[in-house]
């Protein structure tokens, strides 16, 4: 979510050219407020689902959520690969190197002819995911990036997805489908699929984080990072084409140590962003908050009771996650 478009990002000529920060002095950073399409890749390939009955899968121990990093003592790059080191193995056992949660295991597991032919152990799996996101901030001084205020989680097991690579892309808004009551609502974009605005170097439950290269983040005036309190604030948001625009919120309350990150509880009371949206939507994650003329934070989530409010995260625990 950027105002003017993702495409029309800051000269890289400034990067490095900006003055150095005296000690004490509170970090500056862009609000940014507009999709982007994001492309993320895993290390190895997710298990999403197992079907129903006897596979070789569930006969050898696998589970929904395990990530299968190598296969037969090679590294599995794909879903692609990983089915070519199947059918390379035939009939023949092999050993599965997969992560579950912080363990490696090997498990021996026995390819079965599937009536295709194809030697298979029974799962879907998946390499990738790609989706619309919101970009939080824009750091002048280091070319870095955080967007989304949390991770990028499988869709079948709701496990973050373990990173290899990824980029985003410049994104528009296309269409809103509303919120409301027990159905959330989503923006929904184009993507740009022809050129990459920069990188992804990390996937984390606090935040993607990458660094723009060449040309394509808005250059708009950085604020300097805050901490939010109880009261009026504004969100940056992208909700109706390359279009950011700042949408009144109150900051109902605050806590800090929330587990999940869920430090903020905002209610949306501006009438034009719920006219437009119903309040937090799908896509919206990332937008940045700010109060008092500085950046505090960035919505994550919506309540699925309430469309109008939704959690946010502290800026400071998106900018400790980014180390």
Known sequence: MLSGGLALLLAAALVGSLPAMAAGEA??????????????????????????????????????????????????NSTEHFQTLLQQNGPN????????????????????????GVYCIGAWVRDSMAGIGTMTYYDPATGEFGALG???????????????????????????????????GELRGD?????DLGPLHANTDRGIFGTITGSSVPL?????????????????????????????????????????????????????????????VQG????????DKKLVGAVTHVLLNDPTKGYGIFIENMLNAAK
């Open 27 to 76: 970090r500056m950073l862009v609000p940014v407020g507009h999709t982007i399409g994001i492309k993320l890749f895993a290390r190895g390939v997710v298990v999403a689902k197992l079907p129903e009955g006897q596979t070789p899968a569930r006969a050898c121990g696998l589970k929904a959520g395990d990530v299968i990093l190598a296969c037969g003592g090679q590294a599995v």
């Open 93 to 116: 056992g092999t050993e599965l190197e997969i992560q579950r949660s912080q363990r490696r295991l090997d498990l021996p597991v026995e390819p079965a002819k599937n009536d295709q």
């Open 150 to 184: 949390h991770g990028i989680t499988d869709v079948d097991t709701a496990l973050l997805m373990p990173f290899s690579n990824g980029s985003i892309l410049p994104s528009t808004v296309k269409a809103v489908k509303k919120g409301a009551v027990g159905s959330a």
């Open 191 to 195: 993507f740009d699929l022809s050129r």
């Open 220 to 280: 708009e005036k950085a604020l300097p990072v805050g901490t939010p309190g109880v009261g009026s604030a504004e969100i940056l948001a992208n909700v109706d084409g390359d279009h950011v625009a700042a949408y009144r919120v109150e900051i109902l309350q605050v806590d800090p140590k929330d587990p999940l990150g869920h430090n903020l509880l905002v209610s949306v009371t501006d009438s034009k962003l719920i006219a437009k949206t119903g309040g937090i």
């Open 284 to 291: 919206m994650s990332g937008s940045p908050i700010i109060q």
